[in-house]
């Protein structure tokens, strides 16, 4: 940690610890004030008691009255200028990845308090993205009239007794309060009349009030509630994108429940910890304007949960209150045990920083509400298509104390994994066996999956580090492992991992680590850093993908070139092995296109692993005086094999498919809809045997020609003359791509289509590059490609058919070079087929 983040913590933690339950607490000097008296009262309105006569009473934080008769919520405000918290998520969702809106989501937090003006009473959210935290209530008063705060809503007293003011709540309920209605592909608006209270979930304990609604969405007309399947080529229909009519009961309307917490704040005593980038942890950041000059004004404190040792002087101590997670009641057996054997992971990396018994994970008590304020949960959660699972929080924006944590589980994520081993072991010799390797290696990957998204909701980022040591972290994204033996078989018993990581051992104990009276705090978690960059366990994330050779998603090894080489060894293993065998009995031959789908693109994440080589920076996070290099260039012999390693893919040896798999693919039968996760296509209802093909080879030029990569590429070439430039790079895969030969008159077709892809991707790049030298050079290499003596001009013999292609994909650049077109259009599009999605893989 830096002199100046000291310094900073010296004068302002303390200050902060102080008055964690009284910051921003009081409205603006002049603003309005807490009813007093009868002054305060509001002549003619009647008590409580009169108003709320024949309702049900819901007492608790904040008392709700139900009146069946009319339909309406009351609630009860006694708690003036008093800081709380309102959060907002999902009861019942919609079902659709492409959309959002899941079940059991949150969707939005802020601090609140309520406030009265005559006849209203307004919902107030204060700003505290700016603050001041000195004891000086000038300079505070300063700072929040500088920046606007907001009257989220106002309500119209009703009845009044004693300071206690009721007001209706339903108008407030019955609105997109969280903009849902924007998301619907569409023009749909909440129908009053058709949404209610949803009193199930509308309940009332005494530091939290539980309140759910319904609202219907309706659509207002235009288009939008239908199923829009996107054309592909040659007429083929693929479902693309959903609507809410293929999720919803009808595209007409859609019923979303909406739920809202009211709490109180933490009590004091939490101790935040100020953040440090080598830690991997999320952040919470706001303003102090009354920083000292010369120090930060931006304050980053990490989230976590709130964890005291019992005996901070043991080296193991019981928790005064452990992290308790519940599982949703939802979740089938056999990912039920596996989801609660994945989470307890974590209780690992707890009792290595000291704690015993200090994370717990439980099934969800049944009735309880997944919106209970109480309850971190673990929600398994349904939709139309896999998507990405998450792990959000609720936190005390004041502190980055996480209130509660949310995990949101897509129940579809185990059978892609399902999916991808059987394309990988085709373990189907009759066709009826159950083999039970297949539940095990998706099992295994649901069970890092649950220790993953916890992670976020306990305050940890990705951390995508290649170490030495192996798969250090479950807030990687990991590739399912499989080897290949001395004789050819399969090898997978470690296809993923069984336990938390080094890493996550490292940072809990950095972020949750309590320690002894008297103990440097500041000097003990640098030196769990320390120890930890001795180990080759360190943290990089999402930022560093694409420039740093060891910041990879969903990738194995330290060496990313010769794992793509290993990879595509594999994966030329299982093509040859695919068949029948890798479908059960009685399906439809057409549905090995699913399964072969991911089998065939195998290598797709390892070719975004490999081309961070290219251009690629080693790098830390690096301090002014830690004695340690910032970063340094990937050495020009690892950029070569990296860059060989990537124009192997797109040899026709690589990308021609077996002829047995080709001829084995039927068109679908009827009712067994085309969709999203089958190969684009130029030919109708009949397998593409060259498609495949351009959709490999796009994923291998959208990394090599990356705008971003091209630009370093040219720079590390004028600073080094030893390392390869944009000009290289251009040779090279020009070379690869038009100056090969092709066996057979079908991997000549597959030749070609690589050749027309890669020439959109430089036209692309000549087109849409932000660096001109970029633009240069690209427009350079189409001018080579189309001249007299380029690889297009000359003869391959090739026949009719290979001079036809030639001599129009000559007429295209030129077009392009003199008109800026491409394809008789602007080069947006460039025509490209769709690639069916990829992550997430399991």
Known sequence: MSRSLSSSLASSLPLLLLCTGALLAQPPSGGPVAPSGPAAANEGLPPIAEKTQGAEKMDGYLPLYWDARSGRLMMEISRWNEDLLHVNGLGAGLGSNDIGID?????????????????????VQPNLKFRASRDNAAERQSVEEAFARSVLWGFQAIAEDDGRVLVDLTDFLLRDS???????????????????????????????????????????GGPGGGSFPFPGRGGFRRDTFEDVGDVAAT???????????????????????????????????????????????????????????????????????PIVYYLDRGTPEPVRTALLDGARWWDQAFEAAGYRGAFRVEMLPEGASRHDIRYNVINWVHRSTRGWSTGGSVVDPRTGEIIKGVVTLGSLRIRQDYLIAEGLLAPYETGDEVPPELAEWALARIRQLSAHEIGHTIGLSHNYYDSAVGRTSVMDYPHPLIELDEDGNFVFDEVYENEIGEWDEVAIAWGYQDFAPGVDVEQALDQILESAWGDDLRFLSNQDTSVHPRADQWSNGVDAAAELERMMEVRRVALGRFGEKVIRRGAPLATLEETLVPLYLHHRFQVEAAASMLGGLDYIYSFRGDGRRPFERVPAEAQRRALDALLATLSTEALALPRGVIELIPPRPDGWRPHRELFDRFTGPAFDAVSPAVAAAQLTLGELLQPDRAARLVQQAALDESLPGL???????????????????????????????????????????????????????????????????????????????????IEEIERYLDEGEWLEGAPEGLGRIEVPPGAPIG
């Open 103 to 123: 079940r059991g989501a949150l969707a939005g937090s802020r601090i609140v308090r309520f406030e009265r003006v005559g006849p209203k009473v307004l919902l």
């Open 178 to 220: 969280v903009n849902l209605g924007p998301r619907l592909p569409g023009n749909y608006q909440v129908d009053v009349s058709r949404s209610s209270v949803y009193l199930p979930m509308t309940m009332n304990f005494p530091r939290n009030t539980e309140i759910e609604a319904e609202l219907t969405f309706v659509l207002q």
């Open 251 to 321: 595209g007409a309307a859609a019923s979303i429940r909406l739920h809202h917490t009211f709490t109180a704040l933490p009590e004091p005593g939490y101790e935040p910890r100020r953040s440090d980038p080598r830690a991997g942890y999320i952040e919470v950041t706001w303003q102090d304007y009354s920083a000292p000059l010369g120090e930060p004004m931006t304050q980053r404190y990490i989230m976590r949960h709130r964890l005291e040792k019992k005996d901070p002087s043991a080296r193991v101590s019981e928790p005064v209150e």
């Open 727 to 809: 000009d290289l790079v251009l040779g090279a895969l020009r070379d690869a791509v038009f100056a090969a030969g092709a066996g057979s008159a079908y991997e000549a077709e597959v030749a070609r289509a690589v050749q027309w892809t890669t020439t959109e991707a430089i036209v692309s790049l000549a087109h849409h590059a932000a660096m001109p030298q970029v633009r240069a050079l690209a427009r350079a290499e189409l001018e080579a490609l189309a001249s007299d003596d380029g690889p297009l001009a000359a003869s391959s013999g090739d026949g009719a058919v290979g001079a036809a292609f030639r001599a129009l994909l």
